[in-house]
């Protein structure tokens, strides 16, 4: 689904917004497997810190839970 749905390819980094949910685990083993290094986001973090970490990853993508929907304004 990650490589057909998103065109997801090896090599492109993965910014991975998750709590600890067995969808975590699924994600990062589905990351390996199709070569994608995976930058680990701490769930809880929010704001400037989060928009740092966002900008030192580099991804060309984040997956997040629909409960880590963030806001405008």
């Known amino acids: 689904a990650l490589s057909q749905r998103l065109g997801l390819q090896s090599g492109r ?9 067995p969808a975590y685990l699924w994600t990062w083993l589905a990351l390996a497997k199709l070569g994608c290094p995976m930058a680990c986001l ?4 929010r704001g400037r810190a989060l928009r ?4 030192a990853a580099q991804a060309t993508l984040v997956l997040a839970s629909p409960g880590e929907r963030g806001t405008t304004g």
Request: proline share 6%.
């Open 52 to 55: 740092h970490a966002l900008e």
């Open 42 to 45: 701490n769930c809880n973090v």
């Open 13 to 21: 980094t993965v910014a991975v917004f998750l709590p600890n949910e």
